[in-house]
């Protein structure tokens, strides 16, 4: 039987990746910083990835046949405003992961998934793995660092090393920093009648390639079971979202009557691109992937997720 070790099991990701694992018989072990694991039926250590002989400990404990490096500084807001623990985490931690399976595991596969960040801020329109990536912010740095790093480790080493460049995901079980999860949290804490009928927003001019969470960890799986070593996949869903048509169909979602109030605050002091998808034609050519999930039943799907939780 396959084992699976993902870090950062923990994660919004980490969860979703964990139920469509399990679903394909595969036995998952996991690692991260916190104390105990989510679920009690997995083999969990708590471990600093950033510490390459406790990360090679594990390694060598668990013994995985594949990797999936999940475990990251994820907001690039975070990144940008203390960058040594991301340049840390983010670059170490996977130099770490990809020495301990050199050193046990050499013949094992690993995922390492990278960010949309990696490409220019300027970038609009469709784009490309063939595109030069050109980050302008530390969490966009850390990512294409960690992919340049991956990469000499293929080359020189002949490892297994299998690469994304994920673009914005969302879905039920996210962070409420990232912004639909954000709106939809206000929203249901309006609608249970907890809060003022206003949600604070930022720039809503901005067109964005949202994927579900779920179909993202498919395509990680995908990559994982038919993508190629070496190889770096867009994972995203090929079109644009606009900001302001997500803030409309949540605000839709509710009874109340409720305004919108727009904060300084909100906008991230580091840019972000105005109008970009990635193009999702490679990972779908080499290895059958395609989205099962509707945005809306994305949206419908996070909206209902904050309910219960504001709820409990």
Same mark, same amino acid.
């Given at each position: 039987?396959?084992?699976?070790?993902?870090?950062?099991?923990?994660?919004?990701?980490?969860?979703? *990746?964990?139920?469509l694992l399990m679903k394909?018989?595969?036995?998952?072990?996991?690692?991260?910083?916190?104390? @105990?694991?989510?679920?009690?039926?997995?083999?969990?250590?708590?471990?600093?990835?950033?510490? $390459?002989?406790?990360?090679?400990? $594990?390694?060598?404990?668990?013994?995985?046949?594949?990797?999936?490096?999940?475990?990251?500084?994820?907001?690039?807001?975070?990144?940008?405003?203390?960058?040594?623990?991301?340049?840390?985490?983010?670059?170490?931690?996977?130099?770490?992961?990809? /020495?301990?399976?050199?050193?046990?595991?050499?013949? %094992?596969?690993?995922?390492?998934?990278?960010?949309?960040?990696?490409?220019?801020? /300027?970038?609009?329109?469709?784009? =490309?793995?063939? $595109?030069?990536?050109?980050?302008?912010?530390?969490?966009?740095?850390? !990512?294409?660092?960690?992919? *340049?790093?991956?990469? #000499?480790?293929?080359? #020189?080493?002949?490892?297994?090393?299998?690469?994304?460049? =994920?673009?914005?995901?969302?879905?039920?079980? #996210? %962070?409420?920093?990232?912004?639909?999860?954000?709106?939809?949290?206000?929203?249901?804490?309006?609608?249970?009648? *907890?809060?003022?009928?206003?949600?604070?927003?930022?720039?809503?001019?901005?067109?964005?390639?949202? %994927?579900?969470?779920?179909?993202?960890?498919?395509?990680?799986?995908?990559?994982?079971?038919?993508? *190629?070593p070496g190889e770096v996949?867009?994972?995203?869903?090929?079109?644009m979202q606009k900001l $302001?048509?997500?803030?409309?169909?949540?605000?839709?979602? =509710? @009874?109340?009557?409720?305004?919108?109030?727009? #904060?300084?605050?909100?906008?991230?002091?580091?840019?972000?691109?105005? !109008?970009?998808?990635?193009?999702?034609?490679?990972?779908?050519?080499?290895?059958?992937?395609?989205?099962?999930?509707?945005?809306?039943? @994305?949206?419908? /799907?996070?909206?209902?997720?904050?309910?219960?939780?504001?709820?409990?």
């Open positions: 039987m396959t084992i699976a070790l993902i870090s950062g099991i923990n994660g919004f990701v980490g969860h979703h *990746l964990v139920d394909q018989g595969k036995t998952i072990v996991g690692i991260g910083i916190e104390a @105990t694991c989510f679920r009690d039926d997995i083999g969990y250590e708590m471990v600093d990835i950033t510490d $390459s002989d406790s990360v090679a400990q $594990s390694i060598e404990r668990m013994r995985p046949d594949e990797i999936y490096h999940l475990a990251a500084i994820s907001f690039p807001a975070e990144a940008d405003r203390t960058p040594r623990p991301a340049l840390a985490i983010n670059i170490t931690g996977t130099i770490s992961m990809i /020495d301990a399976m050199k050193r046990f595991m050499p013949r %094992s596969k690993i995922l390492v998934v990278g960010s949309s960040k990696e490409y220019d801020i /300027d970038a609009e329109g469709l784009i =490309s793995e063939t $595109s030069l990536p050109n980050p302008t912010n530390f969490y966009g740095i850390t !990512k294409y660092a960690t992919e *340049l790093i991956g990469m #000499q480790y293929f080359r #020189q080493y002949g490892l297994d090393i299998r690469f994304t460049r =994920s673009f914005n995901h969302t879905g039920p079980g #996210q %962070s409420h920093l990232f912004v639909c999860s954000d709106w939809a949290r206000q929203i249901a804490s309006i609608e249970q009648g *907890l809060t003022p009928p206003e949600i604070h927003v930022g720039d809503c001019n901005i067109e964005i390639d949202f %994927s579900d969470v779920r179909d993202v960890v498919s395509g990680y799986a995908a990559i994982m079971e038919k993508g *190629l996949y867009n994972v995203c869903s090929g079109s $302001s048509n997500i803030l409309h169909y949540l605000i839709g979602k =509710s @009874t109340k009557k409720i305004e919108i109030v727009r #904060q300084e605050k909100k906008i991230r002091e580091v840019k972000t691109y105005k !109008k970009l998808a990635g193009d999702n034609s490679k990972l779908k050519q080499q290895t059958g992937w395609a989205p099962q999930f509707s945005f809306e039943k @994305t949206l419908d /799907d996070l909206f209902e997720y904050w309910m219960h939780q504001i709820g409990k």
